[in-house]
C-alpha cells in the first residue's frame, strides 16, 4: 500500500485547510485510515481515524469539533477538514492505513501544517 499525502500549506489562525491521503496498491484490504500529528513531544498524537468499511469516525479531543474526517466513496482516499485552525495545530501531519488481518499500517509522508497566530 502505498499513501500520497496533499493539501498542507501555511494559514492564519481561524482559517481553513484540507489534506488529502490517496492509497494505491493493495488498497481492498485497508480497514482504517487516518491522521497523526507530531505532538510537544514528537510523540505523534491521533487526529482523526475512520473506519472504511463502517464509516466510524474517531476524533482526538484537541480537534473535535474543529476537523472532519471522510472518505470518498468507492476510492480509498480519505479527506481532513480542518477548520477554526489555531497556532497549536501547526505541526506535520501523517495519514496512516491499517490491515488489520496482517496486521500492518502504513504511512504517508508528513505534510506541513502552519497556523500563523
Known amino acids: 500500500v502505498q499513501l500520497q499525502a496533499s493539501g498542507g500549506g501555511l494559514v492564519r489562525a481561524g482559517g481553513s485547510l484540507r489534506l488529502s491521503c490517496a492509497a494505491s496498491?493493495?488498497?481492498?484490504?485497508?480497514?482504517?485510515m487516518g491522521w497523526y500529528r507530531h505532538g510537544p513531544g514528537n510523540e505523534r498524537d491521533l487526529v482523526a481515524r475512520?473506519?472504511?468499511?463502517?464509516?466510524?469516525?474517531v476524533y482526538g479531543d484537541s480537534v473535535k469539533g474543529r476537523f472532519t474526517i471522510s472518505k470518498e466513496s468507492a476510492k480509498y482516499t480519505v479527506y481532513l477538514q480542518m477548520n477554526s485552525l489555531k497556532p497549536e495545530d501547526t505541526t506535520v501531519y501523517y495519514c496512516?492505513?491499517?490491515?488489520?488481518?496482517?496486521?500492518?499500517?502504513?504511512w504517508g509522508q508528513g505534510t506541513q501544517v502552519t497556523v500563523s497566530s
Open positions: 496512516y492505513a491499517d490491515q488489520h488481518y496482517y496486521d500492518r499500517r502504513f
Open positions: 496498491g493493495s488498497i481492498a484490504s485497508i480497514d482504517e
Open positions: 475512520i473506519d472504511t468499511r463502517s464509516g466510524t469516525t
